[in-house]
């Protein structure tokens, strides 16, 4: 089944500790991003990558980063969470070729930072 | 800037009634447009999209959108809604590389 995996789904953790949230896509897209989604501010893009080793900065990328290493994984890392960062986490993949823009998003993770 | 407004914040309908959801944008360029709709507790799907031809563009579950290029608009309507119709609804203009979103629209449909 073609699909994006997002872990962990839920998360609570303290203001300064690392953490990482993976997403993985099983449809060989080139596209991965990811995205918050906070109310009344719809969806913003933190960081995408249109390859492996190819990067780059989204509407709102303060305080994260991502790596792409390998073309199905696409993790986001905090590396010092703050409280503003709590909020709705959706990866999301596509292939970059034709006119196919339609996005696949993840499940979402919810991240609460005290 | 780029932009996308979604005028309507929350919208409450009775079932049955119809639904029109505006979406406006300002973006300099060749425009692709969606609708994505994010049902409670799950992820965004694509509702429906335009990139060229035909202005009215039919979706999934009876949805269907218009963009008026004049007007920088893509409405979403449905002529007859239903309970399961209530979700978030997210307008998106963009390009190749990045898509542009509008704040959503919570829509509750009244049994």
């Known amino acids: 089944e073609a699909q994006v995996t997002q872990n962990p789904r839920y998360l609570i953790t303290v203001t300064g500790k690392k953490l990482t949230v993976t997403c993985s896509q099983n449809?060989?897209?080139?596209?991965m991003s990811w995205y918050r989604q906070d109310p009344g501010l719809g969806l913003r893009q933190i960081y995408y990558?249109?390859?492996?080793?190819?990067?780059d900065k989204g509407d709102v990328p303060e305080g994260y980063k991502v790596s792409r290493k390998e073309k199905r994984n696409f993790p986001l890392i905090l590396e010092s969470p703050s409280p503003n960062q709590t909020s709705l986490y959706f990866c999301?993949?596509?292939?970059?070729?034709?006119?196919?823009?339609?996005?696949?998003f993840g499940p979402g993770t919810r991240l609460t930072v005290t | 800037a780029q932009s996308v407004s979604q005028h309507n914040h929350h919208v409450i309908l009775s079932e049955a009634a119809s639904l029109e959801l505006g979406c406006n944008y300002s973006?300099?360029?060749?425009?692709?447009l969606f609708w994505y709709v994010q049902y409670p507790g799950q992820h965004l799907q694509l509702l429906l999209k335009y990139f060229s031809g035909d202005p009215l563009v039919k979706g999934i579950k009876g949805f269907e959108a218009e963009f008026i290029k004049s007007k920088f608009s893509f409405n979403l309507r449905k002529p007859s809604v239903q309970w399961s119709d209530t979700a978030e609804y997210f307008c998106a203009v963009g390009s190749n590389y990045q898509l542009i979103w509008g704040a959503g629209t919570k829509l509750i449909i009244k049994p």
């Open positions: 449809m060989n897209h080139e596209y």
């Open positions: 973006y300099g360029g060749t425009v692709n």
């Open positions: 999301a993949s596509r292939h970059m070729r034709g006119l196919s823009y339609e996005q696949y």
């Open positions: 990558s249109m390859n492996v080793e190819v990067t």
